[in-house]
Each structure stands twice: as structure tokens, then as C-alpha cells.
């Protein structure tokens, strides 16, 4: 079985470009780059990973195509470009000459209006990735879901995933109208989802595995084990959790082992279109 980590991050941490990071994730506050994933990814016995965007840069989608280019066990590349801007196509013409970047990001849940994705300007950026073939990571909150539903009916052709299951509130065991969203937004075929942070939406000191189980069961009937991937969030989850802990969850709970070849790597493999050499990876 090849285990793919879908959703990792690397930064050479600013105060002005990560300024996210705030007082309380101070052990966040330093640098995350390939060499410290890769004895992370080994013990937990994967086998490679797709690096996506922390920042809003052109200059960190760079820095990533770079970093990936160095360290073969960086499979794919989510980066970042300003999908509202008018020479969009200019610098999608540039970005594919990279094949290690599968796709981009934008952070709409920061975006102060909640129908961001609706932007006229934004779905026109949207329109064009599909003749580049990449793929577009989804990250909002649970508030946001029905926007996120109108959005993609707009475009039945392009691969989306839907980040961190849309980030319920695990803590308080919020479920719905999550819930009721997720499978309506589910109902795109298009649509798939990161089984992925949610160790940072519980109870940082004190989640138990259990605490995941009403949410692992929705995402599971909703998108069905061909369109779920697993995804670490490292750094972000050392907040609350190890490496091996979070991947654990999704590992546990993953019912045989058909499932767990699907969710653990080949969902990852067939959506982002991953360079598996003859279905091996060697880190």
C-alpha cells in the first residue's frame, strides 16, 4: 500500500508573512521545511506528501516548487496566485511548465465577505484552471458551506477538495448544520474532501479519539471512501497532536483495507495526479 500525506505545510517563518501565527501557537514561530517532514512521514511509514500554501505569495508558491524539485518525496505542490487577477492566464501558462504543482489555494476563510467564492473577478480565475488541469483545495468553515455548494454547480468539470472537513466546531460538538451541508455538498461528484485538522478544531489538551467518530462518520457516508484522502497538517498539528497521533485517527477508524488504500493514497495519487512510477516511492 503507497500512503500519501495529502495536506502538509513548509515555511521559513516571518513575522509579517505568517502573521496568522499567533501568541498562541508560539512553537509554530520557526522554520518547517522538508528535513524536519521527513523522519515525521518515515516513522509514520509514508511515503510521500503534497506541500500546500500557508501564504498568500507568488514568492511561497516558489518557494515550494522549489523545495519540492529537491526532495523527491514531495509528490505534488498546492500553491498560490491571485485568481482575480487579469493576466491570470499569463502565469498559469508559466506555472505549468512546473509538473510538481497540481494545483492552488486561496484562504477564503479570512476573506471578510462570506460569498467570497462567488466573486465575479474569483470565478473567473476559477474558469481557467481546468485548461491547465490543476485542482483547487476548498478552505472555509462550516459557515460557508453553502456558498461553497452554489460555487462549484459552476463549474461540473474542475477537481475541487474540500480542506480539514470545513473545520467544525470538534470541541463543542457542533454537528449541526455542518452536517447537513457536507452532504449536500457532497452530492458533487467533483467535490472531494481532506479527512485533515481536525485535531486543532477539538480540544487541544484533551481530545480523545472518540470525539471524532460523529464527524468521521458523516464525511464517510458523504463523500464515500473514493473521494476522502488523509492529511497530517503538519506543523499546524503538533498544536494538539504528534504526526503518528493524527494520522492514526484516520487510519483507525478507515473500516478494511480497501478503504484504507483509497484514503490513506491512491484518492491522493488519482486526484492530484501524482508521478508513482510503477506504483512505487522510495523517500
Not at 516513522?43 to 500557508?54: D, E, F, L, P, T
Not at 486543532?200 to 479519539?209: F, I, P
Request: hydrophobic letters at 40%; one cysteine or more.
Amino acid at each position: 500500500m503507497i500512503k500519501i500525506d495529502a495536506h502538509h505545510h513548509l515555511w521559513k517563518y516571518a513575522p509579517e508573512t505568517h502573521d496568522w501565527i499567533d501568541n498562541s501557537m508560539g512553537l509554530l514561530k520557526r522554520d518547517f521545511l522538508p528535513e524536519h517532514l521527513h523522519g515525521e512521514i518515515q516513522s509514520a511509514a509514508y511515503h510521500g506528501c503534497v506541500a500546500i500554501q500557508a501564504s498568500q505569495t507568488e514568492q511561497e508558491t516558489d518557494f515550494l516548487i522549489q523545495e519540492a524539485e529537491k526532495y523527491p518525496f514531495i509528490k505534488g505542490v498546492v500553491g498560490w496566485l491571485d485568481l482575480r487577477d487579469c493576466s491570470l492566464d499569463e502565469k498559469l501558462e508559466h506555472y505549468r511548465k512546473f509538473p510538481v504543482l497540481k494545483g492552488l489555494r486561496h484562504v477564503v476563510q479570512d476573506e471578510p465577505d462570506e460569498k467570497f467564492l462567488l466573486n465575479k473577478d474569483f470565478m473567473r480565475g476559477i474558469s481557467l484552471l481546468e485548461k491547465y488541469d490543476f485542482t483547487y483545495d476548498i478552505l472555509i468553515f462550516p459557515e460557508h458551506l453553502k456558498v461553497a455548494n452554489e460555487f462549484v454547480k459552476h463549474f461540473p468539470n474542475q477537481k475541487f477538495v474540500l480542506d480539514h472537513i470545513a473545520k467544525p466546531t470538534i470541541k463543542k460538538g457542533v454537528i449541526s448544520p455542518w452536517k447537513e451541508d457536507i452532504l449536500k455538498l457532497a452530492e458533487n461528484k467533483n467535490v472531494y474532501c481532506k479527512v485533515s485538522g481536525m485535531v486543532t478544531e477539538a480540544d487541544w489538551n484533551h481530545w480523545k479519539y472518540e470525539d471524532f467518530i460523529p464527524y468521521l462518520d458523516v464525511v464517510y457516508k458523504a463523500f464515500g471512501v473514493d473521494r476522502l484522502m488523509i492529511g497530517s497538517d503538519w506543523p499546524v498539528c503538533n498544536l494538539a497532536g504528534s504526526y503518528k497521533e493524527v494520522m492514526e485517527i484516520v487510519e483507525n477508524y478507515s473500516p478494511n483495507d480497501e478503504a484504507k488504500e483509497k484514503v490513506l493514497g491512491s484518492n491522493a495519487i488519482e486526484f492530484y495526479g501524482l508521478n508513482v512510477p510503477d506504483g512505487k516511492i522510495t523517500i
